[in-house]
């Protein structure tokens, strides 16, 4: 199965993507992991991102459609696309990538949450840099406080969920990522759109009753 997630920063989709990807023993593929992997690395594609991340702006699509197309050729069982495509010219890149490939996507999950649900879910949230886990201060809390339940260590809190850099994020989900969602309607790409203000365990039941009823 391949399938891309789509939603606003904080709507859920890491968090999601962890649940689709143990039920359908397919790949997650996060944009924003691969970079902040990249950064952690030191390498030069993670020096050309920080500036982009840390300001809440998106990275050059070039860069990006790179990137992800050498990540989805390594994932032969399959996927979960999270933050890609996030621009009309990074979806047309991974169209052209997969007509190439012979292979498309089976469908779209359109995570959909209010702005002013977002600022406490960024600000509450805690990540282990290790495996990537995704908690929350308040509504994920991990066994241990600031420890990953998988014995990783300590927790994180990601530098760009500082509330001025959300907003940010926000704007930039508004003006260039929104228009993503018409692009694939109009190429009848099943769009399965879901109410993501609902608490985590209803989410995920929702998005996987819609992932069964592909098959
Ligand atoms: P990226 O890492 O992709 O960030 P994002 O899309 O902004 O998404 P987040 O990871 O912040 O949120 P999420 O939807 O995964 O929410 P989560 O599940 O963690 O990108 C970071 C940066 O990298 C970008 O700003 C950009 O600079 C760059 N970048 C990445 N991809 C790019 C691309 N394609 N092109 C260009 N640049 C790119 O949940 C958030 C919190 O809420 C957690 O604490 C969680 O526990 C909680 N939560 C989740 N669901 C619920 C719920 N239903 N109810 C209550 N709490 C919930």
């Known amino acids: 199965m391949r399938l891309i997630l789509l939603g606003p920063p904080g709507a859920g989709k890491g968090t999601q993507c962890k649940r689709i990807i143990d039920a359908y023993k ?69 169209d052209a990538a997969l007509a190439k490939a012979g292979e498309k996507i089976d469908a779209i999950v359109n995570l959909q949450v209010d702005d002013a649900l977002i600022l406490p879910r ?54 260039q990522t929104a228009v993503v969602v018409g692009y694939y309607t109009k190429r009848g790409v099943k769009m399965i759109n879901i109410d993501a203000s609902q608490e985590i365990s209803k989410v995920n039941r929702a998005v996987l009753k819609e992932l069964e009823s592909l098959k």
């Open 26 to 94: 397919i790949v997650h593929l996060s944009s924003g992991d691969i970079l902040r992997g990249e950064r952690a690395a030191g390498s030069e594609l993670g020096r050309k991102a920080q500036s982009y991340m840390d300001s809440g702006g998106l990275v050059p699509d070039g860069i990006i459609i790179d990137m992800m197309v050498a990540a989805m050729k390594k994932a032969s069982q399959g996927y979960v696309l999270d933050g890609f495509p996030r621009t009309v010219v990074q979806a047309e890149g991974l």
């Open 122 to 175: 960024m600000t509450g949230r805690r990540s282990c840099p290790k495996c990537g886990a995704v908690y929350h201060i308040e509504t994920l809390k991990p066994k241990v406080e600031g420890q990953c339940d998988k014995g990783c260590g300590a927790l994180v809190q990601r530098a760009d969920d500082k509330p001025e850099v959300v907003s940010t994020r926000l704007k930039t989900y508004h003006e």
